[in-house]
């Protein structure tokens, strides 16, 4: 079965500096990974996703993910945050003929000070 | 109106009450999902619908009970909730069944407290 670890539940960065976000899954197959956001009072909404092909990935807003399949990663990095990006972030992960099941991480409260 | 969207947003119920969620996708997608996020958990898939038919049920209690009329439309009846029930329940749906595309579109949660 598919897991997803997110090791830090809280980030806080000063604006216009760099953040990393860390993700690492478990999975004996092949996988479709994703970086979702959720604002204060939203939804969820897909920032960049890997399915196949170039390991870097470039999402919206100035994020960027790498995939790496040694260390089963796929942390989530912008070079200058700014304060709204402030949100929490959920790094997910699908199996290859899986159907419809995602599973999420616990999710990466970011907070950008001034 | 565009995307998914959920009513009510916010829900006050006692637990021997009935009331039910509702959600409808504008995007055309076949594929539709109930999500719960409680605090400091990762967010639970509960159910799964792939063109109106359901294609996942988590071990979710019998008190939540989905229905799926057509593809646009999904619903969640709730009947003698307990306070740990109390969370956001999200709505989310997709183009294909099996998530080749990749993406889920959610809509913005209804947050259910019950007391």
């Known amino acids: 079965a598919q897991s997803v670890t997110q090791l830090d539940s809280q980030v806080p960065v000063f604006e216009e500096a760099p953040v990393e976000l860390r993700c690492n899954y478990s999975?004996?197959?092949?996988?479709?990974l994703f970086w979702y956001v959720q604002y204060p009072n939203q939804g969820l909404q897909l920032l960049l996703k890997?399915?196949?092909?170039?390991?870097l990935v470039k999402g919206i807003n100035g994020f960027e993910a790498e995939f790496n399949k040694s260390q089963t990663s796929f942390h989530l990095r912008k070079p200058s945050v700014h304060i709204s990006d402030t949100a929490e972030y959920f790094c997910?992960?699908?199996?290859?003929?899986?159907?419809?099941?995602?599973?999420f991480g616990g999710g990466t409260r970011v907070l950008v000070k001034p | 109106e565009t995307g998914v969207t959920q009513t009510p947003r916010h829900l006050v119920m006692g637990m021997t009450n009935k009331k039910s969620l509702k959600c409808e996708q504008h995007?055309?997608?076949?594929?539709m999902y109930w999500y719960k996020q409680s605090a400091k958990k990762p967010l639970e898939l509960m159910f799964v619908?792939?063109?109106?038919?359901?294609?996942e049920n988590n071990s979710v209690p019998s008190r939540f009970s989905p229905e799926c009329p057509n593809s646009s439309h999904l619903f969640l009846h709730l009947h003698t909730l307990q306070p740990e029930d109390s969370a956001l329940y999200l709505c989310?749906?997709?183009?294909?069944?099996?998530?080749?595309?990749?993406?889920?579109?959610f809509g913005e949660g209804s947050r259910l407290t019950v007391l």
């Open positions: 995007l055309g997608h076949n594929a």
């Open positions: 989310a749906s997709s183009q294909d069944p099996g998530l080749e595309s990749g993406e889920l579109f």
């Open positions: 997910a992960v699908s199996e290859w003929a899986a159907g419809n099941k995602l599973t």
């Open positions: 890997y399915l196949s092909g170039s390991t």
């Open positions: 999975s004996s197959v092949s996988v479709y």
């Open positions: 619908y792939s063109l109106e038919e359901r294609v």
